[in-house]
């Protein structure tokens, strides 16, 4: 099954152990409270993990108890797994975690050029200890030992779609929701790929809310290349898991191939509502259960939902939405992406201005994150920060995004310069932040 996957297909690594921490995976953010980091050596045990890792968590401050850790996963490939490093610096996604309470988890799999990722991607081979591991440590480190005990919201990008599912079929009474980004685990129905372990389908997964993401370039509408195994892998996940009445649905980007474009509008709203629906109020409580029947339904590629007991199609093979307003959302998403947002985002705080320096703080909007900022003086417009923001992927974004959905390096900074500080008068500056919908702050 050469589609798959293109993401993890790769050469078999050579023995031995590797050097540590090797270009490129040597410059990364500082990891100063908020955030905290461990970072683990490859290991030439058998069945341990054979690629050193390093793991960033943000805890929001100020939380007093833990409710979960969201984990955002990259892909395969040197280039993908280098930019695990920035995951956890993520604003958009650090207000998902903060609104209910949840660290936010970043691997960073130094894999080298041209390895075989199934060594981390599939769990069973090292990387699900690891990953149990290192929150037992960040616990001990950050103060919040609870984080070794709490659910997990898995987000996988590619190989880490792959291992965000098999994570779930593995610990489905961990896991609270798994987005799978271009990537899934594979089951008997679709493992025929020498070298690649077939997952199966436990009962208690049946209840995990999943999302199945595929570019419309991944086989459905271009059935040729190197990623159009993409979609044949989805179908056959899909149908294995909603065929028994499991929680499952299917978002089919309709711009874009492998790269993640605009899922994130439409992810974090999933994500959000199904953290809300079913983590548990007290750590150590079990996640809440989820009813099929409260759901939305809508036909596998299809792009209009209606509510579960007014679906007239076959029920085993619709997808399943969670509510009313992912079914909104994700009517939007399957024609254009263009998930709409009618509230904007948080004002910026603690702006201060130092000589000709200006800089501030600012939390992103849940809903649409943040596109860039507006800077005044005397009630004048004088900059935006970024000036011209970028994005390849999709909608421009403050921090830029890398092909794994994570920023760019360097981090850009809350900061901005006047040119025209040293004039001798006294201003009074204002900073706004627009979301990606265009939205402004007050």
Not at 180 to 192: D, F, I, K, Y
Not at 208 to 216: D, F, K, S, W
Not at 299 to 315: C, H, I, M, R, Y
Not at 343 to 367: F, I
Request: proline fraction near 9%; charge should be neutral.
């Amino acid at each position: 099954m050469r589609h798959l996957i293109c993401s993890f297909l790769l050469l078999l690594l050579p023995a031995g152990p590797l050097s540590a921490q090797l270009a490129p995976y040597d410059v990364f953010p500082p990891a100063d409270a908020p955030y905290y980091r461990v970072r683990y050596e490859a290991s030439t045990k058998s069945g341990e993990l054979i690629f050193p890792v390093n793991y960033t968590a943000w805890v929001p401050p100020g939380v007093k108890t833990l409710r979960g850790v969201i984990v955002h996963q990259h892909g395969c490939g040197e280039g993908s797994c280098k930019s695990g490093l920035t995951g956890a610096f993520d604003l958009h996604w650090q207000a998902l975690a903060r609104k209910h309470g949840c660290a936010l988890l970043a691997p960073s799999y130094e894999q080298p050029d041209k390895a075989d990722c199934q060594m981390w991607c599939d769990p069973r081979n090292g990387s699900d200890a690891a990953f149990q591991k290192c929150l037992v440590d960040i616990g001990a480190k950050s103060g919040h030992p609870e984080l070794a005990r709490v659910p997990w919201a898995l987000w996988g990008h590619s190989g880490g779609g792959h291992w965000a599912g098999g994570m779930t079929l593995l610990h489905p009474e961990r896991v609270a929701a798994a987005w799978l980004r271009s990537g899934v685990p594979l089951l008997e129905v679709n493992a025929n790929r020498p070298g690649i372990k077939a997952h199966t389908v436990p009962d208690a997964a049946l209840g995990v809310p999943i999302m199945c993401n595929p570019g419309t370039k991944e086989g459905v509408t271009v059935k040729e290349g190197r990623f159009a195994g993409v979609w044949p892998a989805n179908e056959a996940f899909f149908g294995a898991v909603r065929g028994r009445g499991g929680l499952i649905g299917v978002a089919v980007d309709p711009l874009t191939s492998h790269e993640c474009g605009n899922q994130r509008y439409l992810a974090i709203a999933w994500l959000d509502a199904c953290l809300g629906a079913r983590l548990p109020q007290e750590v150590g409580g079990k996640l809440r259960a989820l009813a099929a029947g409260d759901g939305w339904l809508a036909p596998l590629l299809g792009v209009d939902a209606t509510p579960a007991a007014q679906f007239s199609g076959e029920k085993e093979k619709a997808v399943w939405l969670p509510n009313e307003r992912i079914a909104q959302a994700w009517m939007q998403y399957v024609k254009d992406t263009m998930v709409a947002d009618t509230t904007p985002p948080p004002a910026p705080t603690r702006v201060q201005a130092k000589g000709g320096e200006v800089t501030w703080e600012a939390e992103a909007d849940p809903e649409s994150g943040i596109a860039h900022f507006v800077i005044e003086r005397d009630g004048v417009v004088i900059g935006q920060v970024p000036e011209a923001p970028k994005n390849p992927f999709g909608r421009p974004v403050f921090q830029g995004l890398q092909y794994s959905d994570t920023p760019t390096q360097p981090l850009v900074r809350m900061s901005f310069t006047d040119p025209n500080a040293g004039d001798g008068g006294t201003h009074s500056y204002r900073v706004i932040a627009v979301n990606t919908a265009g939205l402004r702050s007050k």
